[in-house]
């Protein structure tokens, strides 16, 4: 993936739209602006037309987005393995909405970026038509995009930390990372199954045990202290999402 930097601060984690123009491969300032006022801070451009690349560009730069050049990112999905692509797209009209938030989240567990959520070719580039109808991903996807702005700072220099460790059985649906954010521990953990599963995880023995504080609705919860690091007892609905966070000063 190539970014084009601009003047807007460059966030290193990054919810963006893949946006093809109106007609295809024509920018839009009116389209970019509703894009921007949905909380993501970037766009995704499927193709390396030069002239498109630069028009796109400005009126990005005045929207205060940035651009992302990604015609070949990798598609996620559930069955996807997580590999930490710096780039991602999830393409929203072809999976549940349902699990756009899991698999975005699963994502940015595993190291990536940039996620950019794809409406497909008959996608409003819009993404709200005349009638003022949104489609039933927008929400979903803004939601995480303006979780991502509001939590910046925490995520700006997150890197893979040590892997938890799952007790078998594990369900397949069940994904759980754990990312160094600095002076933080961010904990990420999703299901991407209907079901209600349950897990034991280990973490590292470094790590701390509690408070841990769930960035979604600022609930609190504390593991069990093992002699080889936190035991959490995971319990976690359908397209469930857990996001806790803990400062590492903490024992």
């Known amino acids: 993936m190539l970014s084009i930097a601009q003047s807007a601060p460059v966030s290193p984690l990054t919810a963006s739209v893949v946006y093809r123009g109106e007609p295809m491969t024509v920018p839009r300032a009116e389209d970019l602006a509703v894009i921007r006022a949905e909380g993501f801070t970037s766009v995704s451009w499927p193709f390396t037309n030069l002239p498109s690349v630069a028009a796109l560009t400005r009126i990005a730069h005045d929207a205060g987005l940035l651009v992302n050049l990604n015609a070949d990112a990798p598609v996620l999905t559930p069955d996807s393995p997580m590999r930490g692509e710096d780039t991602v797209t999830l393409p929203v009209t072809a999976i549940p909405a349902e699990m756009i938030t899991p698999l975005a989240w699963r994502a940015i567990g595993h190291g990536t970026r940039v996620v950019a959520f794809d409406p497909g070719l008959r996608g409003q580039s819009s993404l709200i038509d005349r009638q003022t109808t949104r489609p039933g991903w927008l929400a979903t996807a803004s939601s995480l995009a303006r979780q991502l702005q509001i939590n910046r700072a925490l995520f700006a220099d997150s890197v893979r930390g040590p892997s938890p460790v799952i007790d078998p059985p594990r369900a397949a649906s069940i ?13 990420i953990a999703t299901n991407t199954s209907r079901d209600r599963l349950r897990a034991t995880i280990h973490l590292h ?6 408070l841990w504080l769930n960035l979604v609705d600022g609930s609190t919860m504390a593991m069990l202290s093992q ?3 936190p035991q959490w007892m995971l319990d976690l609905e359908g397209w469930g999402v857990r996001i806790y966070v803990i400062d590492k000063t903490l024992k």
């Open 205 to 210: 023995g470094g790590v701390p045990y509690g």
């Open 227 to 229: 002699p080889g690091g």
């Open 175 to 187: 994904d759980v990372s754990l990312l160094d954010a600095g002076r933080s521990w961010i904990l």
